[in-house]
């Protein structure tokens, strides 16, 4: 269950107090191509990843968006009621979000969507984190449309093919290097993964070597409890999966989609990384 504060605020647990920019710049492709993008960051500098929220159950966050881009933009928390509303340019909104069960929301920009949330505005936030949770914001592009899209242009959604996959802002062999997002552990530990699908194709995420269960799905509940190794997950949809590795070693995981593992055409530049276990 979601709790949305208004005028006669009560407080959880713990408040967290959290500022995020809406920037807009230019995003370096993994071949080296620059694109034109959008993000929620941590500062007024632009960076390709979204900041990730992480929570505990019942906790309260106190959120201040401020719009650092030059043009209006909306604020939504995906599966709740009465958070929706806009930021012009220049402007702070504050928002107040709790929930009372484990789960992981998606905020996104709902203006003109879904433009500006296909631009890079949307990201993640996690209720219920332990002390090895790791986060996987998965997202795809046609460089082309982000240009067009960023210069104001319309493009037609019923045509497109995406050139560009990436988790965290990041594709492989870079996404490597993203300690929230690499999995690394040690058998027996309790894991837990945020998944978020926050681009426009679907995708059929596929662990070599273990199986994780379902512990939220964002879109059927009947899902929870189900012990798989592959996830297929819709636009705008979400899980928390837990992972309790049962053997030590260093397995991929990737979408089943092999365009998706690609960069600009280029094989193994797409969505792919390792879990690597002790």
């Known amino acids: 269950m979601v709790c949305v504060l208004g005028i006669q605020t009560i407080f959880f647990a713990n408040s967290i107090t959290k500022t995020i920019y809406i920037n807009a710049g230019q995003s370096t492709c ?9 993000a929620f960051n941590p500062t007024a500098v632009f960076e390709e990843r979204n900041v990730q ?22 604020f939504d928390v995906k599966w709740t009621v009465g958070l929706r509303d806009t930021v012009q340019a220049g402007d702070t909104l504050n928002v107040v979000f709790s929930s009372t069960d484990l789960g992981i929301f998606i905020y996104y920009d709902h203006l003109s969507y879904p433009n500006n949330a296909y631009m890079g505005l949307a990201g993640i936030i996690a209720v219920g ?3 090895n949770t790791y986060f996987w914001n998965i997202k795809d592009h046609e460089l082309a449309w982000n240009d067009s899209i960023g210069a104001g242009g319309v493009v037609d959604w019923l045509n497109y093919y995406p050139d560009y996959f990436t988790i965290n802002g990041l594709s492989n062999p870079n996404i490597n290097s993203d300690t929230t ?4 552990g040690f058998v ?3 894991i837990l993964i945020y998944m978020a699908n926050t681009g426009q194709a ?4 596929h662990f070599h070597g273990y199986h994780c269960e379902i512990l939220s799905s964002s879109m059927n509940a ?11 997950i819709k636009r705008m949809e979400g899980y928390v999966l837990q992972l ?5 070693g260093e397995y991929p995981v990737h979408d089943h989609n092999l365009l998706s593992i690609t960069g600009g055409g280029l094989y193994p530049f797409g969505m792919f990384l390792t879990i690597l276990i002790q």
């Not at 993994?30 to 959008?38: N, R």
């Not at 159950?57 to 401020?66: A, K």
């Not at 679907?202 to 995420?205: D, G, K, P, Q």
């Not at 309790?244 to 030590?248: L, T, W």
């Open 202 to 205: 679907e995708h059929s995420i």
């Open 222 to 232: 009947g899902h929870v409890g189900r012990i798989k190794d592959t996830f297929p």
């Open 129 to 131: 984190t332990n002390s």
């Open 181 to 184: 997002a690499r999995v690394e």
């Open 30 to 38: 993994v071949d080296g191509k620059q694109m034109a993008y959008k």
């Open 244 to 248: 309790v590795p049962h053997q030590i």
């Open 53 to 74: 929220v992480s929570m505990e159950v019942t906790d309260t966050l106190l959120l201040q968006v401020i719009n650092n881009d030059s043009v209006e933009h909306g």
């Open 188 to 190: 027996g530990d309790t």
